[in-house]
């Protein structure tokens, strides 16, 4: 026996046991059946550098999961190989000491025993190992010594990486590849050896810059390079020119500006965060529940992400920076607006990834300069980045028209330097209860929104003695660029770059992937609890239902995301309509009355304002269902290829106000059918012929059938109302702002008469984007003078919306409109 092999072996468990001691290992992926390994063929594990102490943590981490050891031996036909893993690099010792790429003798040996073994095959599962994922900064020597990066470490250097950083070790196992196929595809067994070897080095790179980043530069060296760029000394000398000043103080006003915009990354910071972020999620809620990570996971190695998250609450910044975090990627640099630039708190922020904007500056040429160019220097550099495309927090919920100016310099930058492609991940953030709500539904009743500040920010510590359940986070279809721009302007590689003059195709594509990047984050909705216990509850005469009835109307909004889903994203968190109903007693969402002929649940008025909020999180997955409910209710009869004709007609109203994603025509009239075959397997509606028939009336179904319609049910009051007020008025006689005004107050008045009590529903920016829908779809246009014209078109929807709604709903909208007109 080789007395080298006793050594090798005592080395080992030596080194297993110092780990065991110094780290605590987070495998990836938590379940290993993620991995999707065939059962019966042998694994071999490639770590990227020749190390010991990483290939005990890829065998430890291993055991961990389940698998087999990588300390294991392999035998392959008549070919017996002592471990089963093997090294891609090894240190070499130059001046700058750098790792050399090898030739592994293992997979020589398992490439010449596939050869032999036509039968054989062999997975190679990539390990990356991750001690610590601290960002090198050029003038640190502390995190020169003791961060694990992108230059090969010593054995001193590793000895006080693993005391420092093994508290953060990270073993990532990633999809396995098969040797054989290499093996049949290539001629010769260097030949596999070498596109083997290339591969799995391209894929270490990517991991590991997904992982811990590209290198940070110093934020002044950054200011030097952003003041110093082209684009910003051309806006120097002409602001010079215009304002009658040196260009010397222009360009220290630049470099102030870097100042206050950029980052300022701290793997320090970001650590802390991460831990004290563990402990208020702990305090305010039940459980952060993720899904589809693997939508982030695949292309973050080897696209620069961009998240795109709906904006909901001053949370939402933290929340997904720690869970970005928590699942081995580095976290995004963030646009944050300036107004949470706070003395001490704007200091830890930006030391987390945040880069501050002021609200607007198209009046200020220099700063617009600097702040672009800064975007395209991170982008360019390879960082990963989160904005909001909304512009700000949602009062109501819903998701806001997308503010596309952080997406028109994404573009700029990408079609000035493409080294990396870019994808945008969509990010759908539900919570359970929103810890502003209370503010937000102050601010829809028209109070002033409160400045951030220190003193707002002590007072609101008070919230750690709360609790606001769950809160789900899920990731959406990524969209990447290169393909988006392919198919909405394919020969955008002929282009010339997009300077200060903007080309009307430019404004165009960047329009269309602000309505993409926000029909995909709500196709990307989460139907948690509490989502569905309010859209039933609020839909309610006084908020109150039978228990009975409620796990009915639950039961019903199951079955139709599980059998006509809204998309492939979306997602239900939980499937069973009783637990949903224990879980708001529970929380105290819901409130129980007892009574001899069945309990009913209620919620107190605070509560229910609380669950509006909620419920408008992911109202539109239940949109369709309802407009389809909703024609069928009132007219109970009515023929299949009418139903699809009225859908079709209201169907862009409501694609604008919530941002659905089916595209008009047979996508559309797809996804009807589908919900259709729902609603008769249940028998909410039946047919006769090709006529389409509502429960009867005074039946428990008719009843589902009707609850289901009052989903859509405000949209169309708004829609009727606010074209009612156009009619009655008559052609000419009103501008748009007119018209948004005088349907505000009409729609408060009748909120105030008939309890249409969500604000909501007289939302200023609701009732505009539907009069803007009026002009884009050609019913209403305007005269030289700026008043509003319309022909016969406006006054048959008119009269179609009119058949649509119940007759005591259509008789007090006309009573209130009538009123409003004689005013």
Not at 459 to 483: M, T, W
Not at 725 to 730: A, H, N, S
Request: charged residues 20%; contains cysteine.
């Amino acid at each position: 026996m080789n007395p080298w092999f006793g050594l090798d072996r005592l080395a080992f468990v030596l080194i297993r046991i110092f780990l065991r001691l110094c780290t605590r290992a987070n495998a990836l992926p938590a379940d290993p059946a993620e991995l999707q390994l065939a059962p019966n063929t042998p694994v071999v594990y490639v770590l990227r550098d020749r190390s010991a102490s990483d290939a005990a943590a890829a065998d430890q981490s291993a055991r961990q999961l389940g698998l087999s050891s990588a300390l294991g031996g392999l035998t392959l036909g008549k070919t017996r190989l002592r471990h089963s893993y093997f090294q891609l690099y090894r240190r070499q010792f130059s001046n700058r000491r750098q790792s050399a790429p090898i030739s592994p003798p293992r997979l020589e040996k398992m490439v010449a025993a596939l050869r032999e073994n036509p039968g054989a095959d062999v997975q190679l599962v990539p390990v990356s190992v991750f001690w610590g994922r601290r960002p090198e900064k050029e003038s640190s020597f502390w995190r020169l010594l003791f961060s694990d990066n992108w230059s090969p470490a010593g054995f001193i250097k590793k000895f006080f990486i693993i005391i420092t950083q093994g508290r953060q070790l990270y073993v990532k196992f990633n999809q396995p590849m098969s040797l054989r196929t290499l093996v049949d595809q290539c001629e010769t067994d260097e030949q596999a050896v070498r596109k083997a070897s290339r591969i799995l080095r391209v894929h270490f790179r990517r991991q590991r810059e997904a992982a811990i980043g590209p290198d940070l530069s110093h934020r002044r060296t950054l200011a030097n390079t952003v003041v110093e760029a082209p684009s910003v000394q051309e806006t120097i000398r002409e602001e010079a020119k215009r304002q009658e000043t040196s260009p010397e103080k222009l360009e220290a006003k630049a470099r102030n500006y870097v100042m206050e915009i950029a980052a300022d990354y701290s793997h320090t910071v970001i650590r802390f965060l991460e831990l004290f972020l563990n402990w208020v999620w702990n305090r305010l809620y039940g459980g952060l529940r993720v899904y589809n990570m693997d939508n982030l996971t695949k292309v973050a190695e080897d696209h620069e992400v961009i998240y795109v998250p709906c904006h909901r609450s001053h949370i939402d910044y933290l929340l997904l920076s720690f869970l970005v975090y928590r699942n081995g990627l580095v976290p995004p640099h963030i646009a944050a607006g300036i107004n949470l630039n706070l003395p001490v708190v704007g200091t830890i922020l930006r030391r987390g990834g945040a880069f501050f904007m002021r609200r607007s500056f198209r009046d200020n040429p220099l700063y617009a300069s600097v702040f672009s160019e800064y975007l395209h220097t991170i982008t360019a550099r390879g960082f990963s980045i989160e904005y909001f495309v909304e512009g700000g927090r949602s009062r109501s919920g819903r998701m806001l028209r997308p503010r596309t100016g952080m997406l028109a310099m994404t573009l700029r930058s990408f079609l000035r330097d493409s080294r990396k492609p870019i994808a945008f991940v969509p990010v759908y953030i539900g919570y359970e209860k929103v810890i502003e709500s209370g503010s937000y539904i102050g601010e829809l009743h028209g109070e002033k929104k409160q400045k951030e500040s220190v003193g707002g920010l002590m007072k609101s510590l008070a919230v750690l003695r709360s609790y606001f359940g769950q809160v789900h986070v899920n990731f959406g279809e990524p969209i990447k660029l290169v393909d988006f721009l392919d198919q909405h302007h394919g020969n955008w590689r002929q282009e010339p770059t997009v300077g200060v003059e903007t080309p009307p195709w430019f404004k165009h594509v960047v329009d269309e992937l602000g309505q993409q990047v926000v029909e995909s984050i709500n196709a990307a909705a989460v139907a948690n609890p509490i989502n569905l216990l309010s859209l039933a509850l609020l839909a309610s005469p006084k908020h109150t239902m039978d228990i009975a009835q409620l796990r009915e109307q639950l039961g019903l909004y199951i079955a139709l995301l599980k059998q006509a889903p809204y998309s492939r994203c979306a997602a239900i968190a939980n499937e069973d309509a009783q637990a949903l109903i224990d879980y708001g007693l529970e929380n105290d969402f819901l409130d129980r009355i007892q009574h001899k002929l069945g309990d009913v649940v209620t919620t107190d008025e605070k509560t229910a304002l609380q669950m509006a909020y909620v419920r408008n999180n992911s109202v539109h997955l239940f949109i369709l269902p309802g407009l389809i409910c909703s024609l069928v209710m009132n007219a109970r009869a009515i023929p299949r290829a009418t139903l699809q004709g009225m859908v079709q007609l209201l169907y862009p109203f409501l694609r604008n106000e919530y941002f659905l994603h089916w595209e008009e025509g047979e996508e559309l009239a797809n996804a009807v059918d589908a919900m259709l075959a729902v609603l008769e397997e249940r028998e909410l509606i039946s047919r006769e012929g090709d006529n389409l028939m509502g429960a009867p009336v005074h039946t428990h179904e008719a009843d589902m059938l009707e609850h289901l319609g009052q989903t859509v049910m405000p949209s169309l009051e708004r829609y009727y109302l606010t074209i009612r007020l156009l009619v009655q008025y008559g052609s000419g006689m009103l501008n748009a702002e007119q018209l948004g005004e005088l349907a505000h107050q009409t729609a408060q008045r009748l909120s105030l008469l008939y309890e249409f009590n969500s604000p909501e529903f007289f939302d200023k920016v609701v009732l505009k984007n539907f009069i803007s829908q009026l002009f884009s779809t050609g019913l209403v246009t305007t005269d030289g003078a700026g008043a509003l014209v319309f022909d016969h078109k406006l006054e048959s929807l008119d009269d179609e919306a009119n058949r649509i709604l119940s007759p005591d709903i259509s008789d007090a909208i006309q009573r209130v409109t009538r009123v409003a007109s004689q005013i």
